[in-house]
DNA sequence: CCAATCGCTTTACAAAGTAAAGTGCCGGGA
DNA sequence: TCCCGGCACTTTACTTTGTAAAGCGATTGG
């Protein structure tokens, strides 16, 4: 008993999952939701709408397994690595708001919502990685090239992933574990 | 006097530094080079086809930018900061190009001349942390771990930092000495 | 009971992707 | 010299897509 808007968010995974990001169209989504091939216009204004209401989704369910993952443990490192796997994880269940995470060329960036979604996404690894120093590890370093660093290190190591160029070198081997170990090394080496 | 099919992928810079990356049209593409509309097709087939090709320049010139660095130098420390802030003058100066390095969906990613190029790139980096575990650093790591460790961590980086992420933390300042500085205490850590 | 509003659809049109046929030019053989 | 085949595009034509605008039936407040 969803309501429409959130059927047609719905027909965009639906969409990707059948014609892929690009075969994405704003008329596609509408059929798809079993309705005239302008309700995702009539509801989202747009095709940059459309994406940005779909992208800020995204970002709120990544955020929402990042804060999952913060909050099922009292051990910060162990957090780190699970938010870490979190995002992995995402990127591989959801290839289509993935893919669409790095397509903000085609949304409204400024967007409010979309703001607050990247924001909570971004703050619950903050607060992560402000609980882990408040441990002790890496007391001595700034927090914010902290942040930075770690945040570009799952970032990239998880798109690097997907787009293909860690394909060769890690052949045969699984995204989540790969990057909880290359991750804890890097943890390790920070401290 | 530069061929017809070059002359089509300098339009695409000017058509995106006039209209942004989603105002990529072959139709455009073909008038801005002063052609007709179907000049690009004609060329490259169709958009992936001029995608591409545009792409597989685009990874082409990081490559050889990177290139550059290592050879610049006989330090393999500093040749791995010049590389690495060769990656983000990439990003900075021809924000088209690495835009569509980000959009590999609207290629076609099996074609081997955009493969040789990703190599090139790739194998530039690779070189410059081989020729630095040689003098020591890092010296009981795995080196596959390694490469995707700052390849990562380059990589994300520079996105998060063109994508908005990384603005408010560092704000005021600049990508290039930034990434340098944060770099170099990465590497430190590794070693 | 009725009209305004809601929730969508229908209609309409311009821009863009792309297939296919056309056109002028240039070089090489009879 | 003439012709003819191919090269380098252009012209034409058709379909899909984005999007504006008007329409239309069902609810709902007065």
């Known amino acids: 008993m969803s309501d429409t808007p959130t059927r047609l968010l719905d027909a965009v995974d639906a969409v990707i999952a059948e014609h892929g990001p690009s075969g994405v169209t704003v008329r596609r989504v509408g059929t798809q939701?079993?309705?005239?091939?302008?309700?995702?216009?009539?509801?989202?204004?747009?095709?940059?709408?459309?994406?940005t209401a779909y992208l800020t989704r995204a970002y709120d369910r990544v955020g929402a397994a990042i804060e999952d993952a913060g909050a099922a443990t009292d051990d910060p490192h162990q957090a780190m690595l699970d938010a870490a796997a979190a995002y992995a994880r995402f990127a591989l269940q959801e290839p289509s708001a993935f893919s669409v995470l790095q397509r903000l060329e085609l949304t409204r960036v400024d967007t409010p919502e979309l703001w607050?979604?990247?924001?909570?996404?971004?703050f619950g690894i903050d607060a992560i990685l402000l609980r882990q120093q408040a441990t002790g590890w890496a007391a001595d370093r700034n927090i914010a090239d902290l942040i930075a660093t770690t945040w570009a290190f799952v970032h990239g190591f998880v798109e690097l992933w997907v787009s293909g160029p860690l394909a060769a070198p890690y052949d045969g081997q699984e995204l989540e574990p790969t990057l909880r170990?290359?991750?804890?090394?890097?943890?390790s080496a920070l401290a």
Do not use: C, N, Q, W
């Open 181 to 187: 170990r290359v991750f804890a090394d890097l943890i």
């Open 116 to 122: 607050r979604a990247r924001e909570r996404a971004y």
């Open 33 to 51: 939701a079993g309705l005239s091939h302008t309700a995702a216009a009539h509801y989202f204004g747009d095709k940059p709408g459309l994406f």
